[in-house]
C-alpha cells in the first residue's frame, strides 16, 4: 500500500464510518484471496516485437501488413479518422463506437514506401508503415503530427507455445503491452477524461482506471472518477486527437518535448501507454479542433441534448431533512425572486440507502411534492447507485435474482461489495438482458415524480479498508456475450449503466428526452448524458480544479459537465462560495452541492452581499439561456463542447495554448473566472480580435493580454466582436444581441430555436452582422426576415 492508497483508505474509513468500515476489511480480504485463487501465476512471461515486415495485403480503406511476429491492419474512414490493429484487432466490437464501424474511405490505397515499408494513401491523411513496425500520421502535405514506435508484448507463457503463422500467441493468455508515441517539441497534450490537473497535463503519469478518490479530491489525486484513453494534442504543425479502444487498466506517462533542446536539436514530446491487456488498437483523427470533434462525435455518437429546464439553476444537497424541507428551500429561492430549476434528492431520501425506495416518513407523499414543485417551474432529481442491498425481502434484489442479473464470481457466486446500505450485490450492465430489467426499474423514479437521474458510486465503488475500492478484477462479466472479467468491465460499468439508465427512460417516457448524468462512464458517454465533478474539495484549488474538469472532459467529447459549487467536503467561505457560484453560472451544468455536515449551499446562508451578486449570476444564465440551448443543439450535432479553451480558433498560438484560467463560451463570449482570494483585477489572455467588456462595454484588440476589473459583483466575460448571441428578454422572448463589428470585418452567430423537450429538430439559423455607415447591419444567411428584435452593443466601446 503506497502513500496516496493508505490516504484514500483513512479517508473512506473515516466517511463510512465504524460499522461499515470493519465490513469494508472484510471485503478487501475477500477481494484479495478471490484475485490471488483466479490470477496464479502460471510461469514468467515473453518478450515480442513485430519484428521485420514480410508482405501485405491490400483491403479496402487500407491494408494488413505482416510482421514476422505480429500484424498490423490499417484503415482509413471515409471522414479521414484512422483506425490501427495490432495482433488481428478489428475496430469491433466497442462500447465506445456509435453503432456500425464507420465505412472505409474508397479512395485510399496501401503502396509500397521505400525502405521496405508501407503507407496508406488518401486524400485527407497519410499513414507511413516502416519496415520493423513504426508508425507515422501525417498530413496530406507529409506534415507529421504523430510517430508510433514499434510496440511491445509481454506474452502470458501458459500461451506463448502456440503461435499464429505470423508469429503472435494464440490461446486466451493475456498480453501486456506497451506503445511509445512522439510528437511535436512543442505539443501541448489535453483530455485523458476527468482530470483535476490542467486542463493542459503536465509531464507526469496518468492512471486510466475509474476510481473513488474515497472522499473529496484534490488537484493532486489521479485517477478520478472518469478516465478516458483520449487525448487531444495541439502543436503548430497541427491537432490530433487519438484515442485507444482498451478499456483494460493502463498508465499513460506524458513528457512535453522541448524547442533547441542541449545540442539545438529539438526534443520531442512523448506518450508511453502502458496497458495490463487487452488489444493494441486506436483511431487517430487529425484536424482543427472543431473538425476533430465533429469526427470524434460521428464515430462515437452525438452527445445526448438536456431537456432545456437542465440549462437553469439546479440545487442539490445530501441531508435534506425531508419534504418539508425542500418545500421551504425552494420557497426560500421564490421569496428572493431566485430562478431555481431543480432539487436533487440524495441517498438520505432512500429507505435505509436502499436505491429505488423512499424513506416514508421524511417523504410521506414524494408525488405530491413533485407535483407541488412541477407547478412553480422546479423539477425533481434523483440519485441512483448501481449497488442493491443483498437481503431477502428487498424487492430490487429478488427481483435481480430471479433475473440472474448480478455479477457473479470465477465460481458462479454472486460477488459481494460494502456500499452505503451495506452488503451489496452489482448488477452486470454489460449483460443487455440486465440493462432491460434495470431500465425498467426507473418506473419507480418517475412515478414518485423525479423528471432526471444522477448515477452515482459507479465506478464501480466497494468500500475498501485496503486495496482497490471496487469490486475483485477476477469478478466475471458477460461484456455482451463475449465473457471476460472486471479487468475489461470495470472501466465501462459506468458507461453501460448510463446506457441501462437512459434506454429504459426511453421506452419509459418515449415523448421527452432523458436528463440523466453520471460520475463515472467511459469514450461514449455523451450518448446517453452528462457527468460532474464527483466530490471535489471545498477550497481554492478545488475551484481551479472545476474548471480543468470541464474543459478536459468537453475535449473528449463530454460537452454536459460541471462541478458542485462550493466544493463537496467542507463550508466555504462567502468569497469563495460567491466566485465559484459566478464560474458555475457560466458552466453547463449549474449545480451547487454538498456533503453531510459540509453547510448549506442557498445563496442567502452566506450574507447580504452574496445573496445580490449570486441573484445577479442567476438573472444573467436565465438571460443566457437561449445561448446555453443553442450551443447545447450545436453539441448533438458538431460534437463541439459549450466550454472551450480559449485556443479553440487559434491552435497554433501558443500563448493561448498555456493559459488555463479562462475559457470560451461557444464562440461568442470569453469568460475569465476568478480562481484566487482577495483578487478585483486579473490578467486575460486573449485571442485575435476585437473583445468587448460586456459590463463596461470597453473594447480591446487582441492578441495579447489586458487586465480587467474583477469586482466582488461580477467576474469578467467579453464578446467577440460582430457576435450575435440568442438571449433571453424580460418577456421571456428571445432577442439578438450584436456585438459590434470592427470595421470592416463580418461577424455572425447561430441561433437555435427551443422547440419543447421533446425529439423534434430544429432549423439552425444563421445570421452575419457588419458595420456599414456606423451603424450595424444584422442578416440572416439565405435571405428572408431576421425574424427577431436586434438590440446593438458596443458601438460606444
Sequence with gaps: MDGRELVRSVRMVRAVGPAQGLRSVRTAWRRRRADARAFARQGGERARVPGAASGAEPQPGGGLIHFARSSLRVRVASGGAVFCGWDGAEPEPSYALAGACPEVDPRAVLEPDTEGGWRVVSERVLVTVSRHGAVEVRTPGGVTLRRELPPRWWDAADTAG??????????????????????????????????????????????????????????????????????????????????????????????????????????????ELRMDGGPLRYWVLLGAPARVLLGWSALTGAPALPPRWALGYQHARWGFGGQDEVRRVVAGYRERGLPLSAVHLDIDHYDRRRVFTVDRDRYPDLPGLARELRAEGVRLVSIVDPAVKAAPGDAVYEGGAAADAFVRDARGREVRGVVWPGESVYPDFTDARVRKWWGALYAERLGQGFAGVWHDMNEPVSFAAFG???????????????????????????????????????????????????????????????????????????????????LGLGLCGVPYSG?????????????????????????????????????????????????????????????????FHTLGQLARLTGAPYVRPVWWNAPRDRGLRNCEDAFLLGDGLLVAPVLEGGVTRRSVRLPRGRWYDTATGRAYEGPGQVVVDAPLSRIPVLARAGAVLPVADADGGTVLEVWAPAAGRLGGGVVVPDVGDGWRRPEVERFTSRLEGGAVVVERQGGGAVGYRVRVRGLDG
Design 468 to 550: 482497490e475500492p471496487t469490486l475483485p478484477r477476477s469478478a466475471r462479466h458477460a461484456l455482451e456475450g463475449r465473457g471476460g472479467d472486471h479487468r475489461e468491465g470495470h472501466n465501462v460499468y459506468g458507461l453501460a449503466m448510463a446506457r441501462a439508465g437512459y434506454e429504459g427512460l426511453c421506452e419509459l417516457r418515449p415523448e421527452e428526452r432523458p436528463f440523466l448524468f453520471s460520475r463515472s462512464g467511459w469514450a461514449g458517454l455523451q450518448r446517453y448524458g452528462g457527468t460532474w465533478s464527483g466530490d471535489v474539495a471545498t477550497g481554492w484549488p478545488g475551484l481551479r480544479a472545476s474548471l480543468s474538469l470541464v
Design 563 to 627: 462541478p458542485d459549487i462550493g466544493g463537496f467536503s467542507a463550508q466555504p467561505s462567502r468569497e469563495l462560495y460567491l466566485r465559484w457560484f459566478q464560474l458555475g453560472a457560466y458552466l453547463p451544468l449549474f449545480r451547487t452541492h454538498s456533503a453531510l455536515g459540509a453547510g448549506r449551499r442557498e445563496p442567502w446562508e452566506y450574507g447580504s452581499e452574496v445573496l445580490e451578486h449570486a441573484r445577479t449570476a442567476l438573472r444573467g444564465r436565465e438571460r443566457l439561456l437561449p445561448y
Design 162 to 271: 502456440d503461435t499464429a503463422a505470423d508469429g503472435r500467441p494464440e490461446g486466451g493468455g493475456v498480453s501486456r503491452w506497451v506503445q511509445r508515441s512522439e510528437v511535436g517539441a512543442d505539443a501541448r497534450f489535453f483530455g485523458l477524461g476527468g482530470r483535476a490537473h490542467g486542463p493542459r497535463l503536465r509531464d507526469g503519469v496518468y492512471r486510466l482506471w475509474n476510481t473513488d478518490p474515497g472522499g473529496a479530491f484534490v488537484p493532486g489525486d489521479d485517477p478520478l472518477s472518469l478516465t478516458m484513453p483520449v487525448q487531444m494534442v495541439v502543436a503548430d504543425a497541427g491537432t490530433h486527437l487519438v484515442f485507444h479502444d482498451n478499456s483494460w487498466d493502463g498508465r499513460v506517462t506524458l513528457r512535453e518535448g522541448a524547442e533547441g533542446a542541449g545540442s539545438g536539436h529539438d526534443r520531442p514530446g512523448t506518450c
